[in-house]
């Protein structure tokens, strides 16, 4: 079974730009999470959907930042435009509900993203 | 408020020995459940071992266990017999809230982490 796949890897973009970050999640989970380590810091959590719908957006920073999730499948998160305050890590995770599981959360490699 | 307190920024442990890795945390939920994941220098998160809060036992995963202690809100993992493969950096995390049908409270609430190195 494959896992949580992120691309890119790594990203290094200018202050302004445009980046988007793409999350495929693990083949039948429904939930898919955002979450962003900046350095030095703790990973903090983004948003939350389940299938195709926003679940939680409680930890987007602000509306420089849109996640989508068409049909429920793979997740992109489009930063536009870039801060300097937005390097970091960037975490994509899926989870699957299943009785009496404990609904733990599959992470991806992540992608590295810096603005300079 | 920080949620979830991992003290030990850094620790340094010989070969074979156990470590115990702190993991303190703050909630006012009486259902919650303990992550611990471990990512090497690789960049990947690797789920390791979960406690529910309902769980009458300590959780155990191979060489790794959990220490669990309710009344003191610590949720220490320990790892027996230490590899070199060992080192890497430990994430605590916490998720509130029951599990499904509620699907809403699922997001995890992570400590900074501590770094454990291992020396032949």
């Known amino acids: 079974e494959a896992g949580v796949t992120q691309f890119p890897s790594h990203s290094v973009i200018e202050k302004g730009q445009t980046v988007t970050l793409r999350c495929d999640p693990i083949?039948?989970?429904?939930?898919l999470y955002w979450y962003r380590r900046v350095m030095g810091k703790e990973i903090k959590f983004l948003l939350h959907?389940?299938?195709?719908?926003?679940?939680?957006e409680s930890g987007m920073p602000n509306n420089r930042f849109l996640a989508e999730r068409t049909g429920g499948t793979y997740s992109t998160l489009k930063v536009q435009p870039a801060e300097l305050e937005d390097s970091g890590v960037y975490f994509c995770?899926?989870?699957?509900?299943?009785?009496?599981?404990?609904?733990?959360?599959?992470f991806g490699p992540g992608t590295r993203l810096t603005v300079t | 408020a920080q949620k979830i307190t991992q003290t030990q920024p850094g620790m340094f442990v010989q070969e074979k020995e156990a470590v115990t890795l702190d993991c303190t945390y703050d909630?006012?939920?009486?259902?919650?459940?303990l992550f611990w994941y471990k990512q090497p220098s690789s960049g990947e998160m690797i789920f390791l071992i979960y406690?529910?809060?309902?769980?009458?036992q300590n959780a155990t995963e191979g060489r790794y266990s959990l220490n669990f202690q309710k009344a003191r809100k610590s949720a220490n993992l320990v790892i027996s017999a230490s590899q070199l493969g060992d080192s890497a950096m430990y994430f605590c995390?916490?998720?509130?809230?029951?599990?499904?049908?509620?699907?809403?409270?699922?997001?995890?609430?992570f400590g900074q982490g501590t770094r454990l190195t291992i020396n032949p």
């Open positions: 959907f389940v299938k195709e719908s926003k679940q939680d």
């Open positions: 995390a916490m998720r509130e809230g029951p599990t499904a049908p509620i699907q809403g409270a699922q997001k995890l609430v």
């Open positions: 909630t006012s939920d009486p259902s919650y459940g």
């Open positions: 406690q529910g809060s309902y769980d009458q």
């Open positions: 083949s039948g989970h429904d939930n």
């Open positions: 995770a899926s989870s699957h509900w299943r009785t009496g599981g404990t609904y733990e959360q599959y």
